[in-house]
């Protein structure tokens, strides 16, 4: 089977760019032939490059709507699908799946869209979300089928519009780490929270910062860059916690950091179906999500983790408490959510579910309106 991935970014290593390397990479490895397409050679085709898998650049696709530079892409998108002669086409992220899906249509390709999180789920600001909503309604009849990494973002497409049939879920899925990358969470002082996530305004690093202020020694590791960093620094100079709030960049080695925390956070505003979470449970860490998105979704309350509401500094600094005083806790929750991990979140399981969509949309055995 060859098959093009489309994905927008390459200056940047997020959830989509790991979702779309891991399965190129194990597709090649099986025996197929799989092709990504990225809107401009950075980190990320490097990382592509390092992973042994082919990579092709579209210096047109970019992430602002540009309509001329915008027909450039498509144009440049239908010579490399016609160069390289897919049998299905996996778009991701909002622009590549618009312009991607188009594409597909124009070359006559079966084409998928999997959406890391709609850019008009709630939380998302006006009139963006509004914007983005009516453009996905319009661009969904494109695809043969839409993945939605949640069910909270198959919902919500149901609700703006979208075919019901059409949608499906899939959630996100990690590979392992050896049993030496696994933490303990009740041992070693002081307790270390550990959040994964750029600094932009899609990330709550504000209500976190004010939660561990209330708490004595606990201590933060903040893994992410953005444009928000400046911010996040200068409000943990003013709470009085910037000794205790540790900023380790952009980093290779999450899972390594992980492996050395006692809980984990992610304080957010929106969210898809956050892998970073998925790196925590793997880790067999406690968890603390923002009740966003699907974010809930990989947490069993009160048992692996806790929910806690959008914004709520109150309630992220009573769970976080929770936590950091009872050591016992924190081992139990990070031992159950290691086997939720295991039982619902591993890489293969989302790997087996995707290729069978692969192989039901090439058979035409799936249903679309």
């Not at 390459?10 to 390397?21: C, L, P």
């Amino acid at each position: 089977m060859r098959i093009a991935f489309i994905i927008t970014r390459s200056d940047t290593i997020g959830g989509a760019q790991i979702h779309v390397r891991d399965l190129a990479r194990r597709l090649g490895e099986d025996g197929h032939e799989p092709l990504v397409i990225t809107g401009e050679a950075g980190p990320y085709t490097e990382a592509l490059t390092a992973s042994g898998i082919r990579s092709l650049v579209c210096p047109e696709l970019r992430r602002e709507i540009r309509p001329a530079q915008d027909a450039r892409a498509l144009a440049a998108l239908r010579g490399g699908i016609r160069a390289f002669k897919p049998d299905l086409i996996s778009t991701h992220s909002s622009k590549a799946g618009w312009l991607g899906r188009l594409a597909a249509k124009a070359t006559g390709t079966p084409s998928l869209f999997t959406a890391h999180g709609w850019a008009f789920t709630h939380g998302v600001p006006e009139p963006r979300r509004t914007v983005y909503r009516v453009l996905e309604r319009a661009a969904a009849p494109l695809a043969v089928k839409i993945v939605c990494v949640s069910e909270h973002d198959r919902l919500i497409a149901t609700a703006a519009g979208m075919a019901p049939e059409r949608l499906m879920t899939i959630h996100n899925g990690m590979p392992d780490v050896p049993a030496s990358l696994r933490a303990t969470p009740d041992a070693g002082d002081p307790v270390r929270i550990v959040m994964v996530a750029r600094m932009d305004r899609q990330k709550d690093h504000a209500t976190l910062i004010r939660a561990i202020r209330g708490i004595d020694g606990v201590h933060l590791d903040l893994i992410g860059e953005g444009p928000g960093e400046a911010s996040v620094r200068a409000l943990a100079r003013e709470v009085g916690v910037a000794n205790r709030v540790h900023f380790l960049g952009q980093r290779h080695d999450v899972a390594e950091v992980l492996a050395k925390a006692h809980l984990f956070a992610l304080i957010s505003h929106w969210e898809g179906f956050p892998r970073s979470t998925l790196e925590a449970m793997r880790a067999g860490l406690p968890v603390v999500v923002s009740d966003v998105g699907g974010a809930a979704e990989a947490v069993e309350e009160g048992v692996t983790g806790y929910v806690v509401p959008r914004g709520d500094v109150a309630a992220v600094r009573e769970r976080l408490a929770t936590l950091v005083d009872r050591a016992a806790r924190r081992r139990e929750m990070g031992a159950l959510g290691r086997r939720r991990f295991e039982a619902a979140f591993t890489f293969d399981h989302m790997f087996e579910r995707t290729v069978a969509l692969y192989g039901d949309i090439l058979t035409g055995r799936t249903a679309t309106s």
